[in-house]
């Protein structure tokens, strides 16, 4: 381990500006370093990069990185450049003679490391150069990045990826390591099989994310309820996810005229337009991407600061996936969705009304069931969330539910009366015409179908209409109502209703009243994880835009948010100083280094001169 780690730590600290490894990365880098096979399955912004490219720096020859996500190629060289790494990629959206250039490189042994397409490295072309490399032992390792698109029953599936075995066929004696953000055991064991990697080390990180913080809130009013989200992430990069393509282009109209920088993506717009509005995410600073789920596989924008759904994912799996788009760069992010009685209702009748088989659409029910749980968690969301992907986790501190507990209340009775009314109008309604009768309101469809005259009319005047709705969801997402598929979502009892109807078992519901308190005590103390900006961060945040614009690139490709703010509050004053920021390594210390100790200077003397005048005074 001695002998590793020290150039690998130095390369680590000069090449990337980190002072240590996270996690297994130490471990890994150790292994493949000494020619050893790993699969890594770690979270998305783990650090799964590093875990190959350090290898192939301290390796003789240029490591192979083998992804399918053609898109991100050039974000990646061009972040890999601005290290002082000899990069390139190769696929189809390269001109010939530009690719061929790249092939001479690759060759005179001028590359460090070499992005490929799977289906480019799969030609006879690209494998006869690695026949001539290999001879000479110039490979330093294959990266098979995305593993996971191996596995058929995946929604990544690639068929080419199963043919990345000959990797390991025809180049025995190459280091290889597979990496994927997806955790479960049948994903692993088909990607060993697959790439044959029986002998290799297999590495599970833990797939808490603790920098996202969870938030649900009970959905009444969805837009005013996201502008004030959205207040608290102004000029913030993030991701609104809607579950239709109208909803999407809805939202993403309105956001524009509360002045706010929000682009849609959906499948039914041209190629053009997605591909620009995706560029422009990427590229720009604060754009809000409003977006049905075709959007993310693959965006690995390291500095998306929120993830905001507006209707309910179809299971914990997809949720996690989404929402593990925000804070990649392990600042603090936030995850929040909009929840309501409707979500159940549309998710059980797509599911009752698909033509799937029986099997199946038991397991989707199982998955929603368990989504469902999620929003109506009393205790710690991060612990549950982790506890469903095998995860044993305590309280977390950062979720809703820990920093602001709900109380929960025996609603017993309220949920019997509001039974009772479900089955005196013959099960045939939803749940707003069952609140009004609960609520005596005198309203027309009252008055249509006789419903005064119920013994249950009126009864529920004690508890207020967001109450009611709440009854309602939680009975829903209980299983004790079941929302009819072909009656217009009626609300009907089930089975498990039964006890509580007879009086057999009590019920602890949640508090509504929870969210409102949460977001009086947000708006008063902002939370300290978020760090505020100061005038020093906007300026070196418009300079990074600058600097980004003239070059060509996204604006993390320069430096990351975290960067940025360790440079504001540490406010180096000396290159040395300077290369103790994180994320600052030789190349970007010799390219940017006077242009961010001036920006410093400049601010530090700014500040200087207020405080003068203030105590002067
Ligand atoms: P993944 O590919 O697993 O999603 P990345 O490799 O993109 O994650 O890394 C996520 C973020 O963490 C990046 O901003 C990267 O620079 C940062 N990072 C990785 N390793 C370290 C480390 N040892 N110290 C500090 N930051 C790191
Ligand atoms: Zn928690």
């Known amino acids: 381990m001695a002998e590793l780690s020290m150039p690998a730590l130095r390369l680590l600290r000069s090449v990337f500006g980190y002072d240590s490894f996270r996690g297994a990365q130490a471990e890994i880098v150790e292994l493949l370093s000494a020619g050893g096979d790993a699969l890594v399955l770690m979270p998305t912004g783990g650090g799964k990069s590093l875990c190959y490219q350090l290898p192939a720096l301290l390796r003789a020859g240029c490591g192979i990185v083998v992804s399918p996500l053609i898109a991100l190629m050039q974000d990646q060289v061009d972040a890999l450049l601005q290290q002082g790494v000899k990069a390139a990629f190769l696929n189809s959206s390269l001109d010939a003679a530009t690719a061929m250039a790249t092939e001479r490189r690759l060759l005179a042994g001028e590359l460090d490391l070499l992005y490929v397409a799977p289906e480019r490295l799969l030609t006879d072309r690209f494998l006869g150069l690695l026949d001539r490399l290999a001879g000479e032992n110039r490979i330093a390792l294959f990266a098979i990045d995305e593993a996971h698109c191996v596995s058929q029953w995946g929604h990544d599936f690639r068929p080419e990826y199963i043919q990345l075995s000959i990797l390991h066929e025809r180049y025995p004696r190459v280091p290889r390591i597979a990496l994927t953000a997806t ?40 837009r005013g309820q996201l502008a004030a989200f959205l207040a608290g992430h102004r000029f913030d990069a993030g991701i609104v996810y809607c579950l239709s393509r109208k909803k999407v282009d809805e939202t993403a109209a309105w956001l524009q005229t509360q002045g706010i920088a929000a682009l849609p993506y959906h499948a039914g717009m041209d190629t053009e337009s997605r591909r620009d ?57 936030e995850a929040w969705m909009t929840y309501g009685m409707n979500d159940v209702v549309i998710h059980r009748q797509r599911i009752d009304e698909s033509a799937a088989p029986e099997e199946q659409k038991r397991i989707e029910r199982q998955k929603l069931d368990a989504m469902l749980g999620y929003c109506e968690a009393a205790g710690c969301r991060r612990s549950l969330l982790l506890r469903y992907f095998g995860e ?65 009319f009126g009864v529920g005047g004690d508890l207020d209409e967001a109450t009611w709705r709440g009854v309602a969801r939680q009975l829903l997402a209980g299983g004790l109502l079941h929302a009819d598929a072909h009656h217009y979502g009626a609300l009907k009892l089930t089975d498990a209703a039964r006890p509580v109807l007879k009086g057999e078992t009590t019920l602890m519901l949640r508090r509504q009243a929870a969210r409102a308190k949460s977001a009086r005590k947000r708006s008063a103390a902002p939370s300290p994880l978020l760090p505020r900006a100061s005038g020093l961060f906007e300026t070196l945040r418009q300079w990074r835009a600058a600097t980004a614009r003239e070059q060509g690139v996204p604006a993390y490709v320069i430096l990351h948010d975290r960067t940025l703010h360790e440079l504001a509050s540490l406010r180096p004053q000396t290159p040395d100083e300077l290369l103790g920021i994180p994320g600052i390594g030789a190349a970007k210390a010799a390219r940017y280094g006077a242009a961010l100790l001036a920006a410093v200077q400049e601010a530090s003397a700014h500040d200087d001169g207020i405080i003068g005048t203030a105590a002067a005074s």
């Open 277 to 333: 509005n995706q560029q422009r995410f990427v590229r720009d600073d604060g754009i809000v991407m409003v977006a049905t789920i075709a959007f993310g596989m693959g965006i690995d924008k390291p500095d998306v600061r929120f993830v905001a759904h507006l209707d309910l994912p179809k299971s914990l799996e997809a949720y996690y996936q989404e929402t593990g788009r925000a804070g990649r760069d392990g600042e603090p992010a």
């Open 392 to 456: 044993e986790h305590g309280p977390c501190g950062n979720c809703d539910t820990c920093i602001n507990p709900p109380d929960l209340w025996d609603g017993t009775e309220a949920a019997r009366k509001f039974m009772s009314a479900a089955l005196r109008t013959g099960q045939r309604f939803g749940a707003g015409h069952l609140i009004d009768i609960l609520r005596g309101k005198s309203t027309e469809k009252v008055a249509q179908f006789g419903h005064e005259a119920l013994p249950t």
């Open 183 to 222: 955790a479960d055991a049948l994903t692993r064991d088909e990607i060993r099989r697959r790439l044959g990697l029986g002998e290799a080390r297999v590495f599970v990180a833990s797939f808490d994310r603790p920098n996202i913080r969870y938030i649900v809130v009970d959905r009444d009013n969805p």
